[in-house]
């Protein structure tokens, strides 16, 4: 299986500009830059789609981990925060910290943090990713 995605980009560093789209087209054109990415300005980049796979990777992961248990989520919240950092030889992405909220019936919370925890390492962006990954789970009712 391939899943394809693209970039294209115009111009300068600080002045120009791009736009990233996926095969699917839930992604057509959408325009990222400088600003997006380094200032809080209009557009997307690529630290904030990183995050949403890696919250959708998990979540989808977390929720076949609990299945091959026995549960059922009514409900997995992801959210994940990507720090994106200048180091000595350059910019990095060093850190995905998740934060989870699940409601599961019937599970406890030690049933519930393992098998969070082996989602956490076994969903294939966080393998992926070269980056510290932590996490706050928690069971909601």
Known sequence: MIKKAWAVWKGSFKEGGGTMSTETGVLKEAPYGFKSRFEGGPGTNPEELIGAAHAGCFSMAFSVMLGEAGYTANSI?????????????????????LTVAASIPGIDASKFAEIANRAKAGCPVSKL?????????????
């Open 129 to 141: 990713l070269n980056a510290k990954i932590s996490m706050d789970a928690k069971l909601v009712p």
């Open 77 to 97: 919240e992801t959210r994940a925060d990507i720090t994106f950092e200048k180091l000595a030889e350059g910019f990095a992405i060093t850190a995905s910290h």
